[in-house]
């Protein structure tokens, strides 16, 4: 079965300052990996995926994501974190096999003080 | 890029009425639709996934005579809340994947709706 781990509920970074949110995952073969962003009371929004190639992807709003196989890990990334960064980040799996849905972790909550 | 339009966003009904949520791509087709219950502080739930000209998938634990999904068309899904309790409130998010001959398609979300019984 697929899983995904956020272990962080809540990240919290001084605006300016790099920021990494944390994603582990599990999944038969391999994977589709995504992070995807929330703001309040508003649907998802896309930041980034990795299909294969490179292991570093890049994104939207300047975000970047690490794929790491031995580790199995996809941690989001971002060299310097603004206040409207402050948002709910969710880390999403799928196997490349078939119509499989898409799995979430179970969020983490970011921060930016200014 | 993939729009997903939702609708309502917001309802607010009496305990015991149905309430129905539309989700529409908006300049694509979707032969597949997914449908996520999201509560508060926590991670999205998939509840269903819903497949234009057939019966919905129901996860594990989602009863299907509560939820009510149709599909009727490359662009619409629906999901019929039935006979609702406050328990059902929630936030109701659904999503769907343009059809390419990538596998690795994103989702696009709709704005969600946020169902409230009182």
């Known amino acids: 079965a697929q899983s995904v781990a956020q272990p962080e509920d809540q990240v919290n970074v001084a605006e300016g300052n790099p920021l990494t949110v944390k994603c582990t995952y599990s999944?038969?073969?391999?994977?589709?990996l995504f992070w995807y962003v929330q703001y309040p009371n508003r649907g998802l929004q896309f930041l980034l995926k990795?299909?294969?190639?490179?292991?570093l992807v890049k994104g939207s709003y300047g975000f970047e994501a690490e794929f790491n196989k031995s580790q199995t890990s996809f941690h989001l990334k971002k060299p310097s974190a603004l206040v409207s960064d402050s948002a709910l980040y969710f880390c999403a799996v799928r196997g490349q096999a078939g119509n499989t849905p898409l799995v979430f972790g179970k969020g983490t909550r970011l921060s930016v003080i200014a | 890029g993939a729009v997903v339009s939702q609708h309502p966003s917001r309802v607010i009904c009496k305990s015991g009425t149905s309430v129905k949520i539309e989700c529409r791509s908006l300049?694509?087709?979707?032969?597949?639709m997914f449908w996520y219950r999201q509560f508060p502080k926590q991670s999205l739930m998939l509840m269903a996934t819903s497949n234009e000209g057939s019966k919905a998938t129901y996860e594990q634990g989602v009863e299907k005579d509560k939820f009510l999904i149709n599909h009727a068309s490359l662009t619409l899904s629906t999901l019929t809340v039935t006979s609702a309790h406050p328990e059902d409130s929630s936030f109701y998010i659904c999503s769907a994947r343009e059809e390419t001959n990538s596998g690795a398609n994103v989702l696009t979300f709709g704005a969600g709706s946020r169902l409230t019984v009182l």
């Open positions: 990795y299909i294969t190639g490179d292991n």
């Open positions: 300049d694509f087709q979707a032969t597949t």
């Open positions: 999944v038969s073969g391999n994977p589709y």
